[in-house]
């Protein structure tokens, strides 16, 4: 696409339009402007339009957002039509000045967040010349132009604040320091320097805070990953630079915030900033930091003694006090043992204590509470630094800050007890102190692993704790959520008897209006009924829940009715846990909870927001249609019944987050029927194969799957209805498709099974000339593979003759020899999973001691096919892990959205092909067998395997209590 004066016009009227209020007009601009985007040169066209004058802002703000899109859509496709590589260089050279000289900060937003993008990719590797350009805006006369490049400069290098120290980081910051470690000095010091001569007059100052506060955090950035050889050899300087900015105070509003106002002021950013920056150097390069360790921690000391509780300081405090911790838990930690009380007194615990903001949180603002307090999003909070402040005080002074603490949860029970309705926080204090002195390790899915021996947690359970669970004798509704948090903190040491006296009381907590309570009793549960003791059997199990399993389902079922629960993932995650604990025993309350589900989706399906939420109500789903289809028939007839309406509701509806639960839980109830496919299943084979449903990535692996069930279960009935080819279709177009060719193989595989011979012969030649095909055109390893273990099952179903056979039966009469000696022995130990890995050994072995092997053509790959096979007994250990799988769910990361997300408790039962068969053990065997009944014939084989083949295969002999062969 050309640019010029009518295509600039064109883009005006199509942007113009985009913005109109009549639906249909803006519609058939956005749709034109998505088909522009795929065309080269729009992407210039669009930037050209920035620097039009005579384009209102209105127009600009837009072309600068459909830029941005298209940048985050494209760039990432190297080969993408839509970006050839002239225009991402016209791009790269053009975007930073366009930039920093927009007057719109919604346009500057916009190409800044586009320049980002690029640069995740590009930078610094392939777009060397963007920090030497930003460099060179560095010495613009004016503050504000110099602030927007320190704005660019901080977004391309922020991902290096989290970066591992590996090689190809250290490369790119190696070239990175080289083009700006002596700017950011230079500029630091010159802006330093204004700062320190500003006089009184700190109004003025605000600027150069705004730029200190920028080259504050690209220091950190810079330094994170290692120690640059320049920044220490300029530590002094830096670190003079550090203490000016911690010890100075300022009553500018501009510069501290209006007292009102919650948010930070500037200065206490830039102060922020530059703690996070000590903090680094104090816990990553103590050595280097030794020399100012005393005069930063005075420093330290005194910023935090004048700060109060108000929130705006938060983010100040806590980036104070873990400067603390660092310091705590270092090499000079014995520089804390005389202050340690007073530390502990005056910093920690003060900071233990929850606000008002945080208690009027509990009643508002309940799930932020939540997520602050059990999900770990409290990195940012006073409570969690000050927690962490008292965890690395107990490394090295465990003795003494228990001590101290333990006095200070004494005086906090005495306040509470003169007067509990007043004095509640002290009580609230000393209970989340008790956790902080005591856990020493700690997991999401354990809970407390090991403790301090000099904390007696159950005896402040039984006298402190305990009696805040009963609703009537709480004074406050955030000490029965204590209780209730203090239960599954310490769930693995309390015996089972304290379960047996609790359990009632946290089902009364379940009743609670509290969204929080509630919810602090359902994860409560959920986590109890996790607990396994010795020999992996449940501390609370089925027969303990049992009593309670009517009352439970009725309580958590009944909240999910209500407006404040609708899409609590919390008690939906109970409910599978309440279901996956109570086994059969949950057969009785079958249909109801089955009731309840459906409830829940016909009110949720439309309009899907929690995907947490989401996820849990189809695992519940999944454990009862898995029980339900176990205990009879009949259970799965209705299952098809109660469910069908509400899946055709879905999959009619186009609802596609939901799209691949469906597909799982179809191929669980349809797996579980060995007596045919069902009506209901059969009409709703159609729409499974239309093109649409498998355009979409998340839904293939679920599809593949049900179409694999419905392959086992009908696949007469697939034939008569003339429905194979569509699937045979669908098996090629995914085994070409690198991302999915994996998939290709498991649909190969079940067509290879579960149709006879007969029903297979028309089809095999364009099924295996489509993997042969495949892998001339584009080998990988993975396909390769693929196409290895396919064969492997195949020789352990039908047999090596009939292998044979059938491979060369496709036109090539030679093929299975091609493929032996250029796949076989070449990939076969290349292969990765474990239960693959025993397969092909298995086959290995099969083809070993086969007399097609014993002479040619086939003769010549019998010791390859022997020395891959020793390879593949030694990758890992036969003992693979069959214990069922102890399913916690405490963590789904990434749910939602265009994805595949598996159902742990729909998971596919798969075919054992090699149960009961030990592979070392068979490999040696049946050599044995093999080498004694044809002496002689294999001697002058064996000579040519490596001394290192040899001597594993002489171990795999005595390891099977064989004597070995006197030619091995």
């Not at 009227?13 to 034109?32: G, H, I, P």
């Not at 509003?253 to 530059?274: C, F, I, P, T």
């Amino acid at each position: 696409m050309e640019v010029n004066e009518q295509t600039l016009n064109n883009l005006f009227q199509l942007l113009q339009d985009s913005t109109d209020t009549d639906q249909v007009k803006r519609r058939q601009a956005e749709s034109s402007i998505k088909q522009a985007e795929r065309q080269p040169g729009f992407s210039i066209l669009l930037l050209r339009a920035l620097e039009v004058t005579q384009f209102p802002p209105v127009i600009k703000q837009v072309a600068s957002i459909v830029f941005k899109n298209l940048i985050k859509t494209y760039w990432p496709e190297t080969d993408s039509s839509a970006l050839p590589t002239n225009d991402r260089e016209i791009i790269k050279s053009t975007i930073v000045t366009l930039m920093l000289s927009a007057t719109q900060p919604q346009v500057t937003s916009q190409l800044s967040a586009a320049l980002e993008i690029i640069s995740q990719y590009d930078f610094p590797l392939k777009w060397p010349n963007l920090l030497p350009e930003l460099v060179s805006k560095l010495n613009n006369s004016d503050t504000n132009f110099v602030i927007k490049a320190l704005s660019t400069v901080n977004s391309v290098l922020k991902r290096y604040r989290h970066a591992v120290k590996a090689e190809e980081s250290l490369v790119e910051l190696k070239k990175i320091l080289e083009d700006f470690q002596e700017p950011l000095l230079r500029l630091f010091t010159g802006v330093m320097g204004g700062i320190t001569n500003g006089g009184q007059n700190h109004a003025a100052l605000v600027p150069s805070f705004e730029a200190v506060r920028l080259m504050a955090k690209i220091f950190y950035a810079l330094n994170a990953v290692d120690l640059p050889e320049y920044f220490e050899d300029h530590l002094g300087e830096w670190m003079s630079f550090f203490h000016t900015l911690l010890i100075f105070e300022s009553k500018e509003v501009q510069l501290v915030g209006d007292e009102d106002d919650s948010k930070a002021g500037l200065l206490y950013d830039v102060q922020a900033a530059v703690c996070q920056n000590v903090n680094l150097y104090a816990s990553k390069y103590e050595e280097e930091f030794q020399p100012y360790h005393d005069g930063f921690l005075q420093d330290i000391w005194t910023l935090l003694t004048r700060l109060n509780a108000e929130p705006r300081y938060d983010s100040l405090a806590v980036s104070a006090i873990q400067i603390l911790t660092s310091m705590a838990t270092g090499v000079h930690h014995q520089q804390f043992r005389q202050p340690l009380q007073t530390i502990c007194e005056q910093i920690a615990i003060p900071n233990l204590k929850l606000r008002e903001i945080e208690v009027e949180m509990f009643e508002d603002d309940p799930i932020e509470f939540i997520r602050r307090d059990v999900e770990g999003n409290d990195n940012d909070t006073r409570r969690r630094a000050a927690t962490e402040l008292i965890k690395g005080l107990r490394k090295y002074f465990a003795q003494e800050t228990t001590a101290i603490c333990t006095n200070s949860i004494t005086q906090l029970l005495k306040s509470y007890t003169e007067n509990p309705t007043a004095n509640w926080a002290s009580k609230d204090v000393s209970i989340y102190l008790v956790p902080a002195l005591a856990v020493r390790t700690a997991t999401a899915a354990q809970g407390t692993t090991a403790v301090n021996e000099l904390v007696p947690i159950m005896e402040f359970f039984q006298n402190h704790v305990y009696p805040e669970l009963s609703p009537s004798n709480s004074a406050s509704q955030i000490l029965r959520a204590d209780a209730l948090k203090y239960v599954w903190t310490f769930r693995q040491q309390m015996p089972k008897e304290t379960y047996n006296a609790i359990f009632p009381s946290i089902i009364q907590n379940l009743k609670s209006n509290s969204y929080v309570i509630h919810t602090y009793a359902a994860l409560c549960i959920d986590k109890l009924l996790t607990v396994k003791d010795v020999g992996n059997i449940p501390r609370f199990g089925n027969m303990d829940i049992k009593p309670h399993l009517g009352e439970l389902l009725t309580i958590l079922f009944g909240a999910l009715q209500t407006d404040n629960h609708k899409e609590n993932e919390y008690t939906m995650k109970t409910i599978m846990r309440v279901c996956q604990t109570a086994k059969e025993d949950i057969i009785p309350f079958g249909q109801t909870c089955i009731d309840s589900l459906v409830a829940v989706f016909a009110r949720i399906y439309r309009n899907p927001v929690n995907a947490h939420f989401n996820h849990y109500l189809f695992e519940s789903l999944a454990i009862l249609c898995k029980i339900i289809c176990k205990s009879s028939p009949n259970g799965r007839n209705q299952l098809e019944t109660l469910l069908f309406p509400i899946f055709l509701a879905i999959l009619n509806e186009d609802i596609q987050e939901f799209e691949p639960y469906v597909f799982q839980i179809l191929s669980l109830i349809l797996e579980s029927n060995s007596n045919g496919i069902s009506a209901n299943y059969f009409q709703l084979l159609p729409p499974l194969l239309t093109p649409l449903l498998w355009d979409r990535s998340p839904n293939i692996p679920p599809l593949v799957r049900l179409l694999q069930a419905y392959l086992h279960r009908g696949s007469d009935q697939i034939i008569t209805n003339g429905q194979l080819p569509v699937i045979l279709g669908i098996f090629q177009a995914k085994l070409m498709t690198p991302k999915n060719d994996h998939e290709g193989f498991n649909l190969l595989n079940s067509i290879t099974t579960y149709l006879t011979a007969e029903q297979l012969a028309t089809y095999w030649p364009g099924l295996l000339g489509s993997v042969i095909q495949r892998i001339g055109s584009q080998k990988t390893t993975k396909v390769v593979t693929g196409l290895l273990v396919f064969l492997s099952k195949f020789i352990l179903r039908h047999g090596v003759s009939s292998t044979i056979q059938r491979v060369n039966s496709i036109g090539d009469p030679a093929l299975f020899g091609k493929i032996l000696s250029s796949l076989w022995v070449q990939d076969i130990s290349k292969i990765s999973d474990h239960d693959d890995r025993k397969i092909a050994t298995v086959a290995s072995v099969r083809l070993l001691v086969d007399p097609n092997f014993h002479a040619e053509p086939f003769l010549q790959y019998w010791v390859p096919v022997l020395d891959n096979a020793i390879s593949l007994t030694h990758k890992d250990s036969d003992d693979s892990n069959n214990a069922e799988d102890e399913i916690l769910l405490e963590e789904h990361p990434e749910l939602g959205g265009a994805q595949f997300s598996p159902l742990s408790f729909a998971t596919k039962p798969e075919e054992d092909l090699t149960q009961g068969v030990h592979a070392k053990k068979l490999l040696a065997t049946e050599l044995y067998r093999l080498f004694h009944q044809t002496p002689g014939k294999f001697p002058p084989l064996l000579a040519n395997l490596s001394p290192e083949k040899g001597n594993l295969l002489q171990q795999l002999f005595v390891s099977a209590e064989l004597r070995t062969p006197y030619f091995v």
